[in-house]
């Protein structure tokens, strides 16, 4: 687990993917940005500071970006597990209606309607 309580199963694929990708943005940003520093001090060629430290920003910006779209993913991911969730235990509520009632409940729509479909679907097999 992680400190926020995260667990590595907790997100998706395209999630993990792109916090691998801000990682290694970010990792770029340090080294571009420690070869700016350096040129500034007159280790490494003067000319070299400019371009390193813009491209040392513009590698913070994509960082930054990729870990937006990431958290996006993630919370998105977590979303859809949580709503699976509710429905497999509106589901297991809803077992003891009727074949009527739940006929009624699926017409009107929502999270209940999928999980008195589920019902029915499975009474029918």
Do not use: C
Request: aromatic share 2%; charged share 25%; glycine share 10%.
């Amino acid at each position: 687990m992680t400190p926020t309580g995260e667990t590595r199963a907790d997100i998706g694929e395209r999630a993990r993917r792109l916090r691998t990708v801000s990682r290694a943005l970010l990792a770029l940003t340090a080294f571009l940005g420690l070869a700016g520093i350096t040129a500034l001090r007159g280790t490494l060629p003067r000319e070299l500071a400019s371009p390193a430290l813009y491209l040392a920003a513009a590698s913070a910006l994509a960082a930054g970006l990729s870990g937006y779209r990431g958290h996006r993913a993630a919370l998105e991911d977590r979303e859809r597990a949580s709503h699976r969730a509710m429905v497999i235990l509106v589901a297991a509520q809803l077992a003891r209606q009727d074949d009527e009632t739940l006929s009624g409940i699926v017409r009107r729509g929502g999270p209940a309607a999928e999980a008195a479909a589920m019902v029915l679907a499975g009474r029918k097999k």
